[in-house]
């Protein structure tokens, strides 16, 4: 979550950002670590990905939000993602929920207090759910979080939260079944110091996964993160991920969903 936060920072540095997330760049310049280590080619690479996908969710939320005014928000596995300060909706609740050690973190940075609360807590549990009303609409956020869960996981989280609330949407990123066996496949043949990240477990291969994972969940489309490459200002990275989205196994590797219940 630090390598997301890095790369919206890099972005809102740029004269010409594509999400322009003002608070991942201060946030960078308040945490204590060494962010030169972030700082490579193979890592930056992703920086225009990172913001496209951001902004997409930043669009379908608010596109729920202004329906639904009311609305508890869940964003879980929010490491230090803004988003609840970006959109600042009036009249929500809304809670971040990630692992202790990343909520002890973000809370130096941020407050509970008013309609925004923090979570600690693996979603993977189930107590901590109970922590949230569920006498309205909610909107589901998972960002960067389904892909690191196991199959049996995803299906019993998803079903618990459709149980929970009476209705709402869900919006998350899943990655394709190539692009999750390539994960697996590199942690298992290449030395943690050549590929520190964890691996994908969980992968998509369409909508249809995704009531087969809860079948209270109503497929409303996707979006592939790579086919947005139209919003990239600097025109040699927007060739580089144009040609990308043009080959399906490039293309389709990160795509963002939505459902509702
Ligand atoms: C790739 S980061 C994405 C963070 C954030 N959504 C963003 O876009 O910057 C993955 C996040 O998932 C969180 N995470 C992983 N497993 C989790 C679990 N079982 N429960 C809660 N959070 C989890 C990690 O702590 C981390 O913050």
Known sequence: MLVTLFLRALDARDPQ????????????????????????????RGRAGVALRARQFDTWAADFLREHPEATVLQMACGMDSRAFR?????????????????????????????????AASVTDSAWL?????????????????????????????????????????????????????????????????????AYWTAIRDESDIPRWNPDLRPRGSEAVLKAYGQIPDPRVRRCYRLASRFRWTGDFLRVFRAEF
Do not use: C, N
Not at 17 to 44: C, F, N, Q
Not at 92 to 98: E, G, L, M, Q, T
């Open 17 to 44: 950002p594509i999400l322009g997330d003002r608070l991942a760049a201060e946030a960078v310049e308040r945490i204590d670590y060494d962010w030169a280590k972030l700082d490579k080619p193979s890592i930056v």
């Open 87 to 119: 959109l600042d909706p009036p009249g929500v609740r809304w809670f971040d929920v990630d692992l202790p050690d990343v909520i002890a973190l973000r809370r130096k940075l941020y407050s509970d207090g008013g309609s925004y609360r923090m979570i």
């Open 130 to 198: 109970e922590e949230i009303p569920a006498d309205r609409p909610a909107l589901i956020l998972a960002e960067g979080l389904l892909m690191y869960l196991r199959e049996a996981e995803v299906s019993q989280l998803l079903r618990r939260l459709t149980g929970h609330f009476p209705s709402g949407a869900l919006i998350f990123d899943g990655v394709s079944v190539s692009t999750a066996r390539a994960t697996q496949l590199l942690k298992k043949v290449l030395p943690p110091r050549w590929y520190p990240y964890p």
